[in-house]
């Protein structure tokens, strides 16, 4: 299996990585706006991250960060041919996605039950947004790799590489916005 691509030529072909700049610029920009509503309600918005659970905010940084790890091991074993392996580390990849989103539910349970709703105040209005817009991205990135893993899985129409690469990018891309999300909100209010 040849796999060696122009350096000019991204990973998963060039749909992906523009669907991928045009999340990134449009998280980009809502975390711009709620640094500057931030920075004009301090106090609001710090007294209102305190209400966060940070444990929670961090066990789902590391979930999605270690499944973003195997997913790049999945990678690694389809290169070398190894199909069992690959699958193995995407279905772990997937554990790592339910649990996120598992975890997430019960945050969402948690506010919903104590009244920061999304009309509670502009934090939390950016909270709900920002955090239930990842929490979609999170739910398609898991029937990408679901979808991925079932093709890999059929000797007869097996994945191309470069839908297994373009499905490994739109999920590392779903870490890269958690990665942004999780310190703006849970930490630097």
Partial sequence: MN????IYYPPGGILIWIIIYLELITF???????????SEERELFHNSSL???KTIGTINTILLLTSGFFVAK?????????????????????????GFLVLKSIEYYEKLEAGLHMDY??????YWLLTGF????VIVGLVILIIITFSIRK???????????????FWHMCDLIWLL???VLYLLF
């Fill in 181 to 183: 999300l999780f310190p």
């Fill in 51 to 53: 209400k966060l659970n």
């Fill in 28 to 38: 980009g920009m809502a975390i711009l706006a709620l640094a500057y509503y931030g």
């Fill in 3 to 6: 796999n060696t691509k122009s």
């Fill in 134 to 137: 990842h929490f979609i991205h």
């Fill in 121 to 126: 105040n502009s934090f939390f209005r950016f």
């Fill in 74 to 98: 999945g990678i690694h074993f389809f290169k070398a041919s190894n199909v069992k392996k690959t699958v193995s580390y995407f279905n772990w990849a997937m554990v790592g996605g339910f």
């Fill in 155 to 169: 000797k007869q129409t097996a994945a191309s590489f470069e839908d297994i690469e373009a499905s490994a990018s």
